[in-house]
């Protein structure tokens, strides 16, 4: 596994119109690029993790996994606007010599898989074989396949959709007021927002899970280590836990500006429509979704299907809402085998007839 920086040092002018002197992006890299460099695959991370796949999906990524480093190259940026080393709020301003803090610029979806093309282009990738991700990085998937069609070879994005809908820009909404609430968010330090940030943290769990999820694995009788004299119950025991978990490892500005990228992903904006927009991708695509997901409820990958040209869909039946695209992972590579396996096949045949 490497892990390394791209810089790009020219202008970079964002869709707001904002522009950056420059930019830089953390990425990691398994594997190696085989001769014919047709063995790329491109994972795209979402909201809160970083650039090293094989930490947070350990079912798909590593050794001797669907995605084994033996046989591809695989490749995972952090967006702008992750606390994990790509350019964000806590970086340097080069204009300022100061961390950007709440100066820091919303990067929309289409800016951010702009800024992937510079990558791309400086490690000099025609072709990827696989692409996929999931929640926001399922957003970030398409925007590049509808910006460039003959970059993919296939595609997967799951638990996404084409546009955020109103539903989900809600939620995110609701966690920003969590933070603007907390009384040190104005400041201009790396701990600003944060106990509004374990507050953002628990309701966006709420919408990562599911009912059921909760009757299984917090259920009211269940003994646990009360984090204090307050707490009775395990499912808010785990609130608070999961809260300052994230506390201890990111970033409160971050994760304000994240979601406002969140909340411009429209895949029609500016290209004639959602549904026109969809139709130009061209890789062979299937879309994943889960069917407890109340977050990105299963009809937006299902529209999704009907929309994209020849694509498949997978419904996973999941006790773990939207969070089951990184806990189902068995179901997820049994089809990945199979779609990848019966298109290529398929593909050989044709150019064989």
Known sequence: MSTQNFTYNKAFTLESGIT??????TYT????LNARKDNVVWIFHALTANSSPAEWW???VGEGKFFDPAKHFIICVNKPGSPYGSISPISIN???GEPYYHDF???TIRDIIRTYQHLKNHLQLNKIFIALGGSTGGMQLLEWAIEEPSLFEFIVPIATNAILSPW???FNASQRMAIEADNTWLQRSNDAGHKGLAVARSI????YRHYNGYEITQPRDKTFVPLSNEVTYAADNYQRYQGLKLVNRFNAICYYRLTQSMDSHDVGHNRGGVEKALQRISAKSMVIGIQSDV??????QEFLQRQIRGAELLSIASEFGHDGFLLEYEKIETALKKFIEERSAHHLKVVND
């Open 105 to 107: 610029p919303v990067f």
């Open 58 to 60: 350990p079912g798909l």
């Open 20 to 25: 950056l002197s420059q930019f830089h992006l």
């Open 168 to 170: 989900a820009i809600a």
């Open 295 to 300: 977050l990105y409820p299963i009809m937006e």
């Open 94 to 96: 080069p204009d300022t």
């Open 204 to 207: 966006a769990l709420l919408s």
């Open 29 to 32: 890299t398994l594997g190696k």
